[in-house]
């Protein structure tokens, strides 16, 4: 099992930018895809992004491309995700979660965060 804590989320203006974190932990880590999601209030929980803990490879929904890097640290077992020019429909609570098959797909995940409140105002 892996024990997921993530921080950095707040209020933020449209075009600012925030980065959240996420703390790993587990014995079977390096097993998982690490991925955010996000859900805003009345919609379904969806994917943002993905990285591993080997590899350089990194997956965004296109709703982020060009905006948001995931990166990751693995002396510290943490990941990243860095959120530029973020705009108002960025809004919701992200979420961390261990997944071990890397389909981006919540119902796949393992272990999730507690979750963190991003807040993009106009």
């Known amino acids: 099992q892996v024990q997921l804590v993530e921080s950095g989320g707040g209020l933020v203006q449209a075009g600012g930018s925030l980065r959240l974190s996420c703390a790993a932990s587990?014995?079977?880590?390096?097993?998982?895809?690490m991925e955010w999601f996000r859900q805003a209030p009345g919609k379904e929980r969806e994917f943002v992004a993905r990285?591993?803990?080997?590899?350089?490879?990194?997956f965004y929904a296109d709703s982020v491309k060009g905006r948001f890097t995931i990166s990751r640290d693995n002396a510290k077992s943490t990941v990243y995700l860095q959120m530029n020019s973020l705009k108002p429909e960025d809004t919701g609570v992200y979420y961390c979660a261990a997944d071990p098959i890397g389909t981006a797909v919540a119902h796949n995940v393992d272990s999730w965060g507690q979750g963190t409140q991003v807040t993009v105002s106009s």
């Open positions: 587990g014995r079977t880590l390096s097993l998982y895809h």
């Open positions: 990285i591993r803990w080997i590899g350089d490879r990194a």
